[in-house]
């Protein structure tokens, strides 16, 4: 079983809701990710949170905000999605970048979200 | 140029065979890759990561890096139909940055 925890993991939307999806890891990883991925689609990856500090942010939407309140969890805040944002959104988490192993990313089970 | 390229397949192998699943990547600074494998409807697993040049295995899998010819492969030995699944070939650019090449299903027939 994955130690990266999504909640919820299936969620549905209007294009006027504010929702959020919310995910932990226990790993004692200093770095959290956001990946989005379509169907049949490979991850894109969102965002990417070094020390709980947003360090990458691949040109997302502002209606995508995401939040790191401490080391262990991570958020995306949704406000005004489209139906076209629907996918399955991945959280990871991976140690610091000093060793190459370190790189290694672990995947939760993700959130199916649907917006309508 | 995609930084990372997987052919889509899909691949089909007869139940035993060896499965061969290839990448490139284009980022000559890449020094970690990953093999993921993704069942549908399900998040990518971590199957093998590698970062030096040549072999490495683990049970029946093994993965190749080849950092002069920029590619990276997976040998699935004994292949399974439980194997039936996506591969996803994974490099890290600049940091943190994990990117990820298209996938290839894999099919294993009985």
């Known amino acids: 079983d994955t130690e990266v925890t999504q909640t919820p993991k299936h969620l549905v939307m209007g294009m006027t809701n504010k929702k959020s999806l919310k995910c932990e890891q226990h790993?004692?990883?200093?770095?959290m990710y956001w990946y989005k991925q379509k169907a049949k689609k490979p991850p894109e990856l969102m965002f990417v949170y070094s020390y709980e500090k947003l360090s990458i942010n691949e040109s997302v939407p502002s209606r995508f905000s995401p939040e790191c309140p401490n080391s262990s969890l991570l958020n995306l805040h949704l406000h005004a999605l489209q139906p076209e944002d629907s996918a399955l959104y991945l959280c990871?988490?991976?140690?610091?970048?000093?060793?190459?192993?370190?790189?290694?990313?672990?995947f939760g089970e993700g959130s199916w979200l649907t917006v309508v | 140029q995609k930084e990372v390229e997987q052919n889509s397949g899909p691949l089909s192998v007869p139940e035993g065979a060896i499965a061969s699943l290839n990448c490139t990547y284009s980022?000559?600074?890449?020094?970690?890759f990953f093999w993921y494998r993704q069942y549908s409807g399900k998040s990518p697993e971590l199957i093998m990561f590698?970062?030096?040049?040549g072999d490495k295995e683990d049970g029946r899998f093994t993965a190749q890096l080849n950092k002069a010819s920029q590619y990276v492969s997976l040998l699935i030995r004994d292949s399974q139909p439980s194997d039936s699944a996506t591969y996803l070939c994974?490099?890290?650019?600049?940091?943190?940055?994990?990117?990820f090449g298209a996938g290839t299903r894999l099919f294993v027939k009985a």
């Open positions: 990871a988490s991976s140690q610091t970048k000093g060793e190459s192993s370190g790189n290694t990313i672990y």
């Open positions: 980022d000559r600074g890449s020094q970690s």
């Open positions: 790993m004692g990883h200093r770095a």
């Open positions: 590698i970062y030096s040049n």
């Open positions: 994974a490099g890290v650019t600049g940091g943190f940055k994990t990117i």
